[in-house]
């Protein structure tokens, strides 16, 4: 059997998914795919599907919910031989605490999706992550039809991403994007690239999508019909990639922009400042408040200190120091507030965007063109990330395509002399780019012939 111990050891490194069924015969699908963690729903549990699973070092996690007894659906999980449960929602600490207490004295890995606000982010916990996210993908357009936009200008992608920077900011250990997908129209059958879109939403940051199906996807792919297995497969294939290349997740975030952000000034919401700076392709690295000091602004030209009344006098300090080092500080107006996240509020509403309307025109002052790490152009359904190494000799530029159709022609223009450049895609192909000065600045210029769902580049001296 495929112990317990060893899942909660590995427990970092398992790439999740949701699965529908508690046939043993389906984990035939899962052959030559890298996931290997497998979240049942309660009416699925069964000790032959988690002993078949376990044979194929396969996790099996049982979800509990809210409003029942958790401890008695962990004993349950256990009777089952499940690897592990997933508490899913937002449960009150009596119930909780004696729940993690069973899954303990079992020797059950353990995982919690609370919704943004819940979650534990000083708890040091292997795996964090949430159940609350938004679907990624280009913003559709409302009842008017009015396309939506960010104050930026840039078109309003749903993302994940300048959330998911603050969780990798405020934890260094894995986390789980749980949002499952949008709802699709009866009759229609939802194309594979919105799939590859969440994946790579959570991918390019180093986090993992809980890969879900939509119902009829499943369906379809139980009963092994060919178009959701082939389907299936370009998923697969997708989360393959990032796990090929999961060393990257090591290196960290490059920009010379930091933006001094926490709960209370909209760090758990989507579409509020960090995506609104990451639609102008400007790297930007979230410092939260609690963490603030010299150390984490290092290599920042500038710092967004988007909530001054809530600093305390020594993180103040912090931010004098910077500026009189030769950083550049902008403080949010007198007053600005961005709401905090409620149960079902997770994104900035018309309200919202007025608001940062307010600080976006300092902010695209304060950048007026310039080059904070990399230039992007020809991306305006594009998000992008950038890391480097701690010496500056290797970077990674990653570029996720919301579009749902290959982009071509882009260019990029990253800070720093590199000589070799290489670009990799989910199907395998690797290509060396031809890299070129760049006159303003110390720059490296290529050009990336097309980007289908998501690309790596990696960049070295």
Not at 13 to 42: F, H, I
Not at 53 to 68: C, D, L, N, T, Y
Not at 114 to 122: C, W
């Amino acid at each position: 059997m495929f112990a317990a111990a060893l899942m909660i050891a590995a427990l970092g490194s398992w790439v999740p998914a949701r699965w529908p069924s508690g046939d043993p015969d389906t984990l035939e699908l899962l052959n030559g795919t890298p996931v290997n963690c497998l979240l049942l729903e309660r009416r699925e549990w069964s000790a032959a599907f988690a002993k078949a699973a376990s044979e194929r070092k396969i996790g099996v996690m049982g979800v509990v919910r809210p409003g029942g007894d958790a401890a008695q659906a962990v004993r349950t999980a256990k009777e089952q031989s499940l690897s592990g449960v997933v508490l899913e929602g937002d449960f009150a600490d009596d119930a909780l605490k004696p729940a993690r207490a069973a899954a303990e004295s079992a020797e059950l890995a353990w995982v919690e999706l609370p919704s943004r606000r819940g979650i534990r982010f000083n708890s040091n916990a292997d795996v964090l992550g949430t159940y609350q996210g938004v679907w990624p993908g280009i913003h559709p357009e409302d009842e008017k039809d009015k396309s939506h936009a960010m104050p930026s200008g840039g078109p309003w992608i749903d993302t994940n991403t300048g959330f998911l920077r603050y969780a990798a900011a405020m934890n260094r250990g894995t986390f789980w994007m749980g949002v499952t997908p949008a709802p699709i129209k009866a009759g229609e059958i939802a194309k594979v690239d919105r799939y590859l879109m969440a994946i790579g939403d959570a991918g390019m940051v180093g986090a993992r999508w809980i890969v879900a199906l939509d119902d009829d996807f499943n369906k379809r792919l139980m009963a092994r019909e060919s178009t959701a297995v082939r389907d299936w497969k370009r998923i697969a294939q997708h989360l393959a990639f990032y796990e090929a290349h999961a060393e990257t997740h090591r290196l960290p975030p490059y920009g010379q922009m930091a933006v001094v952000q926490d709960a209370a000034s909209g760090a758990l919401l989507s579409g509020s400042v960090l995506d609104m700076i990451a639609v102008k392709h400007t790297p930007i690295r979230p410092v939260p408040g609690e963490r603030l000091s010299l150390e984490a602004l290092s290599k920042a030209a500038m710092a967004v200190n988007l909530d001054p009344a809530a600093l305390t006098a020594e993180q103040k300090q912090v931010l004098t120091a910077f500026s009189r080092a030769g950083g550049t500080v902008l403080n949010g107006p007198p007053g600005w507030k961005m709401p905090a996240t409620s149960k079902n509020g997770l994104t900035v509403d018309d309200t919202d965007v007025k608001k940062l309307e307010e600080i976006w025109k300092e902010m695209n002052s304060m950048i007026n063109r310039r080059n904070l790490g990399v230039r992007l152009f020809n991306v305006s359904s594009m998000l992008s990330y950038l890391q480097s190494s701690a010496d500056g000799k290797r970077a990674v530029l990653q570029l996720v395509n919301y579009s749902g159709y290959p982009i071509e022609n882009i260019t990029a223009h990253v800070l720093g002399k590199f000589k070799k450049i290489r670009i990799y895609t989910p199907d395998g192909k690797e290509k060396a780019l031809e890299p070129y000065d760049i006159e303003e600045g110390v720059a490296t210029g290529m050009d990336i012939a097309s980007v289908p769902a998501f690309a790596m580049l990696i960049l070295e001296q």
